[in-house]
């Protein structure tokens, strides 16, 4: 059973497919976190995780990374450098997360940007970890398969 799970995941094509989809929803988030910073700084802010002068900076950066780091990977370049700033960005994501349940703070996420209505829950923090996992996959796969120029 783990074999063919293995065998699965392992697949080029697998790594393709992840690929794309953590590109598409790294570009979305991105995006919309950039069109409306000053609600994203909101909802960093209601995360009471780091110090005021912070929250603004992360703000305006963090979005631009996720958005690069979503272009990359569709892009198929610079798959492993993009990959490892998403499993990064995804670690800080859970942890914020799991903190935020743990506090009992009934907040919004702010993963697409804000007016999503998407409050921090168990299934969120699921999602981030399967998101986790598809990016480890990609860091994983086998850099010389690129399916951008072979298709």
């Known amino acids: 059973m783990f074999d063919f799970i293995w065998k699965f995941l392992a697949n080029k094509y697998m790594s393709v497919i992840f690929r794309l ?3 598409i929803i790294f570009i979305w988030s991105g995006v919309d976190k950039i069109i409306q910073t000053e609600e994203f700084a909101k909802i960093i802010s ?3 995780l780091l110090p005021d002068f ?3 900076l992360l703000a305006i950066v963090l979005p631009w990374i996720e958005f690069v780091a979503g272009l990359l ?3 198929g370049l610079q798959n492993k450098s993009s990959s490892f700033i998403i499993l990064g960005l995804l670690t ?3 942890l ?3 903190i935020a349940l ?3 703070l009934d907040i919004e996420c702010g993963c697409f940007g804000s007016n999503r209505g998407r409050v921090i829950a168990l299934p969120i923090l699921i999602e981030d ?3 986790f996992l598809m990016a480890l996959q990609v860091f994983l796969s086998d850099k010389r398969f690129r399916p951008v120029q072979s298709m």
Request: proline share 0%; charged share 5%.
């Open 129 to 131: 970890i399967f998101l």
């Open 102 to 104: 743990l506090r009992g």
């Open 21 to 23: 989809l953590l590109g």
């Open 92 to 94: 800080v994501f859970t």
């Open 96 to 98: 914020a997360i799991s």
């Open 46 to 48: 209601n995360y009471n």
């Open 54 to 56: 912070a929250i603004n």
């Open 73 to 75: 990977l569709i892009s």
